[in-house]
């Protein structure tokens, strides 16, 4: 380091930009030195450069798991599910809906009803039973005494037929025979269209007793 | 006097005298910023250790003060310091003067008024929230132009070249002049002018901050580095045919490495994949750099000790090899599950930023700040304090984020550790780290003095003249002779 | 390279390279990305913010939270970190941000991970509590380090002769103000309370459910690649 004195050296540099451009230049495109007739610094080099982009595409599509913009973990399964990707809902899940719209009013968030008003469909045997009995039930309504578990009803059904199509009964009478711990099958909207072809022609509603007589409880 | 191979002397000091007043003032503001962000910076440190301390007023919360220090430290200093040096450097190495350098002033002072108004808007409460980008809009096009203009500058002296061979550090300069602003504009379209959905959005910022990383501050440590071993060793870069190699590798890898910042992070799996493929393909460029700098510093060490620039060329090696390793190792998922958020991460990019680029920005202004004012250093006491501060509070500092970073690694794995624990046995890091960072500042206090003293014209009288003495030309080993 | 024209095309290609590599890429993926409509209750997920909590992500933008606080939980660590801190109920989704004008993943975890503090915090009166007197939260007067206290948020006035506002944030005995005096949120902090009220992100995705169910460790190694 320099002292202050008049017109004072600083350090100076070793090489002026111009050799070091030229020399550099000359350096560039002369190969390395060959100790003993051979040097494996390129092929080592060669041989690296190739590995890593060999490895490191391994790694990539491993990691990336088919590069979905939905996974973001990377343990994920590496195979498309496929058909499982879609969303497979159960009739009971799509009926909820329609009972929420149409039927809690009267029986019920909780499927409890009112008592001496509405009857409940949770643990109903009406409701686990014989699908037929139900089906016309929501088709063309319901009038008159009622008994649902021990209890006794006597009010009016309106009927749903014209409001719901036959998948959406098949739905919701699916959810309501699935729903606070009822276990009854679902109803296929197959067997809906079958009944409501059978009764095409009625007009008023259906009473407790005239379902009793079809088929099986 | 070797005359016949170095240029001869008018055309170099035609070359420093083109560039002596755009430098300064680059350097100057530079400089006035590097102290006023040290200054925020540390206030900002302090406030984690004592969260009373500047809380009560708005303007000074640490969300708007950490932000806006680390702004101020970016484009200030850094922008300000790569702009002093790459437009002196490519001048240099161009062999051609820095013509029509009064358009240098209007950009000098269309960035400063730029980054004024965005750190203003962030401690206003006008910040956007993303890592590197808080300025507000308005200050956009400002900074735009403003760069605009250096970087045609950079560009054009690049185009305009009397040499025949381009180097090592001309390919670093002109890579980063002309990846900024497009790194800069992509980010503020993507993110404000028609914003980007979702967790694009720090897709986007992860892009920009490892762009600004490897893409502007490394390549210009790079470039500083690969010019100061050759001209102050007095020999070439060892193994230098591999550099070519180690450059576009090393620009290659981290153009898709952002993603090493997301990994873990709600963004599609392959994001953050690619990032480490990425930060793992830098081993490559990381070994090239290791062969070409510790290759030609070996067995030269008492050339560095006798050599200021040297010493923080050293000093810069030094961290940008960390820097890389720390990157690559952080980068690794089973890490960066313990280490992510911590102040490891900060650790990462500071050591970049500082310990390496900034430390190589010293460096070369120990070299050419003599060389433009044709003046000698008042005070050489000075000069050795900066280095010692420098050094010693880049060395507090790497052992304050560690250990800061370890104690939260530890901590947050462990679910019995309440939050609140974890924060009060961080207070004792943060203390350190205050500690380092305020020897970091006294240095640059120390060299902001010496530099207004050998810049200033006042001063003429009490500082010497220098005696700029001619280098030799650069020989390659004794077998082949000299050029 | 001597050839300034090979330089200058290499290196716009790295830039072309890494735009459309990483950020095209990922914008062709997740640019439009929808809401997703529940099949049962028909709702749109995830709901859009209210306008107050839509306010409140202004004010946490510009207090600069995202400086200290994160929101994102992480899928890599989400059994050894954000799930025993209870940090969310499941790792974040792309389809999670869609509802946020500004994402605020934050990277640095001086705080806590803030994406389901809604959960956490079932009563705003805790979070007006943390916003005006942290310490009170955070383990007493005595612990000193952790967050600053937010005391500009409020108004502290005279209850005088008129009834004390509904409004009063509730504060423990020690770090209240004076006697005679409440503290009131203005209504910066409601909206920032509002806005950290609505951060929860509860809803489970069955397309991302189904997608990101890890790999069964058994196969793992038959199945091969």
Redesign the interface.
């Given at each position: 380091m320099s002292t202050p004195d008049k017109k004072s050296p600083i350090e100076g540099s070793k090489a002026s930009d111009d050799s070091i451009l030229q020399v550099h230049a000359k350096l560039q495109h002369t190969k390395p030195e060959k100790p003993d007739g051979y040097n494996a610094t390129p092929l080592v080099m060669l041989g690296v450069m190739c590995s890593a982009i060999f490895l490191g595409s391994i790694f990539l599509v491993h990691g990336s798991i088919r590069f979905d913009p939905l996974v973001v973990t990377e343990h994920a399964k590496r195979e498309k599910p496929g058909a499982a990707g879609a969303v497979a809902l159960t009739r009971a899940q799509l009926g909820k809906r329609v009972f929420t719209g149409t039927c809690a009013t009267c029986h019920q968030l909780n499927g409890q009803g009112v008592p001496g008003q509405f009857p409940p469909l949770a643990g109903s045997e009406w409701v686990q039973g014989n699908e037929e009995r139900i089906i016309r039930i929501v088709l063309h309504g319901l009038s008159g005494p009622l008994k649902v578990e021990g209890h006794d009803f006597n009010n009016v059904m309106a009927p749903l037929g014209a409001v719901l199509k036959d998948e959406q009964i098949a739905n919701v009478l699916s959810y309501v025979r699935q729903e606070w711990g009822n276990k009854a099958p679902d109803v296929e909207p197959e067997t809906v269209a079958k009944v409501r072809a059978d009764t095409a022609g009625r007009t008023t509603n259906w009473t407790a007793a005239e379902l009793e007589k079809i088929g099986n409880p | 006097m070797t005359t016949t191979?170095?240029?001869s002397r008018a055309e170099?000091q035609e070359i420093d005298a083109s560039a002596k007043w755009p430098v300064l003032v680059f350097l100057g503001s530079a400089l006035a910023w590097l102290l006023l962000g040290g200054v925020m910076q540390l206030a900002a440190s302090m406030?984690?250790?004592?969260?009373?301390f500047l809380?009560?007023?708005?303007w000074t919360?640490?969300?708007?003060l950490?932000?806006a220090a680390e702004n101020v430290l970016v484009y200030g200093w850094g922008f300000n310091a790569a702009f002093a040096f790459g437009l002196w450097l490519m001048a240099?190495?161009s062999?051609t003067t820095l013509r029509h350098g009064g358009w240098l002033f209007v950009a000098a002072k269309f960035w400063n008024l730029g980054v004024t108004l965005g750190v203003g808007g962030?401690l206003a409460?006008?910040?956007?929230?993303f890592?590197l980008l808080?300025m507000p809009r308005f200050v956009v096009l400002l900074l735009l132009a403003a760069y605009a203009l250096i970087g045609v500058w950079a560009v054009t002296t690049?185009?305009i070249r009397n040499?025949?061979?381009?180097?090592?550090s001309q390919?670093y300069l002109?890579?980063a002049a002309?990846?900024f602003p497009?790194?800069y504009s992509?980010a503020q379209i993507?993110l404000f002018r028609s914003?980007?959905?979702?967790?694009?959005?720090?897709?986007?910022?992860a892009?920009y901050v490892n762009?600004l990383y490897s893409?502007w501050f490394a390549p210009i440590a790079l470039a500083a580095i690969y010019?100061f071993l050759?001209?102050?060793?007095?020999k070439?870069?060892k193994?230098?045919?591999?550099?070519?190699?180690g450059f576009?590798?090393f620009?290659?890898a981290s153009?898709?490495a952002?993603?090493s910042?997301l990994?873990?992070?709600?963004?599609?799996?392959?994001?953050p994949?690619?990032g480490?493929?990425?930060h793992?393909?830098l081993?490559?460029p990381l070994?090239v750099i290791t062969i070409n700098f510790l290759g030609s510093l070996k067995g030269s060490l008492g050339a560095v000790a006798g050599?200021?620039?040297l010493r923080f060329i050293a000093l810069s090696i030094a961290g940008f090899l960390l820097a890389m390793l720390l990157a690559m190792v952080l980068a690794v998922?089973s890490v960066?599950?313990?280490t992510?958020?911590?102040q490891w991460?900060?650790l990462r990019d500071w050591l970049l930023l500082y310990g390496s680029f900034s430390v190589a920005m010293f460096g070369a202004a120990y070299?050419y700040l003599?060389?433009l004012t044709g003046k000698?250093?008042?005070s050489?006491a000075l000069?050795?304090v900066h280095f010692g501060a420098t050094l010693l509070g880049i060395v507090l500092l790497v052992i304050g984020l560690a250990g800061a970073g370890c104690t939260?690694a530890h901590r947050?794995?462990d679910?019995g550790a309440?939050?609140?624990s974890i924060?009060?046995s961080?207070?004792g890091w943060?203390a350190f780290n205050s500690v380092g960072l305020g020897l970091l500042l006294l240095g640059n206090i120390a060299f902001f003095l010496n530099f207004i003293w050998i810049s200033c014209p006042i001063n003429s009288r009490s500082?010497?003249?220098?005696?700029?003495?001619?280098?030799?030309?650069?020989?390659?080993?004794t077998k082949?002779g000299?050029? | 390279m001597k050839n300034g024209l090979t330089l200058f095309l290499g290196v716009f290609a790295t830039l072309a390279l890494s735009w459309a590599g990483l950020l095209l890429a990922a914008h062709k993926q997740l640019g439009a990305l929808p809401q997703f409509k529940d099949p049962v209750e028909e709702t749109l997920n995830p709901a859009p913010l209210s306008g107050l909590a839509r306010q409140g992500a202004l004010v946490y933008q510009d207090l600069g939270c995202a400086t200290c606080h994160t929101q994102q939980v992480r899928s890599n660590s989400y059994d050894t970190g954000e799930n025993s801190r209870k940090w969310g109920e499941r790792a974040g989704y792309p389809r999670d941000y869609i509802r946020d004008s500004v994402v605020f993943f934050g990277s640095s975890r001086l705080g806590p991970d803030l994406r389901n503090v809604g959960s956490r915090q079932p009563e705003a009166e805790n979070l007006y509590r943390m916003l005006y007197a942290p310490e009170s939260k955070l383990g007493g007067a005595a612990l000193a380090h952790g967050m600053p206290a937010y005391k500009f948020l409020f108004t502290e006035r005279a209850i005088g002769s008129s009834q004390p506002s509904y409004k009063a944030v509730k504060l423990p005995a020690g770090f209240g103000p004076a006697e005679g005096v409440e503290v009131v949120p203005t209504a910066r902090a409601e909206a920032l309370v509002a806005y950290l009220m609505s951060l929860k992100d509860t809803y489970d995705y069955p397309t991302e459910r189904g997608l990101n169910e890890p790999a069964p460790a058994a196969h793992a190694k038959e199945g091969g690649h």
């Open positions: - | 191979v170095s240029p170099q406030q984690l250790h004592n969260p009373a809380s009560s007023c708005e919360t640490h969300g708007r950490a932000p240099r190495l062999a962030i409460g006008y910040s956007t929230s890592d808080e690049f185009s040499t025949e061979n381009v180097y090592a390919w002109f890579g002309f990846w497009w790194l992509v993507m914003p980007a959905r979702g967790v694009l959005q720090p897709i986007v910022n892009w762009g893409l010019y050759p001209k102050l060793l007095g070439p870069v193994s230098y045919y591999l550099a070519p190699m576009w590798w620009v290659a153009a898709l952002g993603g910042r990994v873990g992070a709600p963004v599609p799996v392959w994001i994949t690619l480490i493929v990425c793992m393909l081993v490559l070994v050599s200021l620039t998922r960066s599950a313990v992510a958020f911590t991460e900060s070299f003599p060389r000698v250093w008042r050489p000069t050795g939260q947050l794995a679910a309440s939050f609140a924060t009060d961080l207070a943060h500082t010497a003249s220098a005696e700029i003495p001619v280098p030799p030309a650069l020989t390659l080993a082949e000299h050029a | -």
